[in-house]
């Protein structure tokens, strides 16, 4: 099962900042947060991810709690395409654990 | 990021025959790839995990013999659905990783049996 619970969708108006949040309370100290998003009938797209500094790339920001037990992705200036279902999830670092899948948000960037 | 190739992108098959797809890491070496399947409208459920030259771990509820996965090298892994029949009519999704990078996934494959 999924270790995270996401808001089932959101709305965000172009242009602005879309903010996502993701719960993990149960997180485990070697458990990195990842974040992916789905555009409709495609293989998942990997954005980002974090341990418990917060990460910033071209894509996207990913802020976490300093008691690691929620994260919120951020994208500064949301366009069209970037309307999607974003997953957050958790998994140990490196060889170890699968990318388990919840049911994500679904973002939709209106104009 | 890198490169995952999935082939084919879709698929119609007769109910009985069987299907291959074949997945590539294009610019590294995947140790792990992993298979997912997500009927229209859940999200994706992961069905094995394959290790390079290692028989596949798989989840739960997915049938070894119907669906067959080889990962005999660094970048390439294939599933086949054998003796397809239209309850196995699914989006199918690749991913692969090394030790180091993160997983990256393929475009995905629309099967469906008729």
């Known amino acids: 099962d999924a270790k995270t619970t996401q808001p089932p969708s959101m709305d965000c108006a172009e242009g602005r900042a879309a903010n996502l949040p993701c719960n993990h309370s149960?997180?485990?100290?070697?458990?990195?947060v990842y974040w992916y998003r789905q555009i409709h009938s495609q293989g998942p797209q990997y954005i980002i991810h974090g341990l418990k500094n917060n990460e910033t790339n071209e894509m996207a920001s990913l802020i976490i709690t300093e008691d690691r037990k929620s994260s919120t992705l951020i994208l500064p200036h949301a366009t069209l395409r970037d309307t999607a279902v974003y997953y957050c999830?958790?998994?140990?670092?490196?060889?170890?654990?699968?990318?388990?899948f919840g049911k994500g948000t679904k973002l939709s960037v209106k104009p | 990021g890198a490169v995952v190739s999935q082939h084919p992108s879709w698929v119609i098959c007769k109910s009985g025959t069987s299907v291959k797809i074949e997945c590539r890491s294009l610019?590294?070496?995947?140790?792990?790839m992993f298979w997912y399947r997500q009927f229209p409208k859940q999200s994706l459920m992961l069905m094995a995990t394959?290790?390079?030259?290692?028989?596949?771990?798989?989840e739960q509820g997915v049938e070894k013999d119907k669906f067959l996965i080889n990962h005999a090298s660094l970048t390439l892994s294939t599933l086949t659905v054998t003796s397809a029949h239209p309850e196995d009519s699914s989006f199918y999704i690749c991913?692969?990783?090394?030790?180091?990078?993160?997983?990256?996934f393929g475009q995905g494959t629309r099967l469906t049996v008729v």
């Open positions: 394959s290790n390079e030259g290692s028989k596949a771990t798989y």
């Open positions: 999830i958790v998994r140990a670092g490196g060889s170890q654990g699968n990318l388990i």
């Open positions: 991913s692969a990783r090394d030790m180091t990078t993160e997983a990256f």
């Open positions: 149960t997180i485990s100290g070697n458990e990195y």
């Open positions: 610019d590294f070496q995947a140790t792990t």
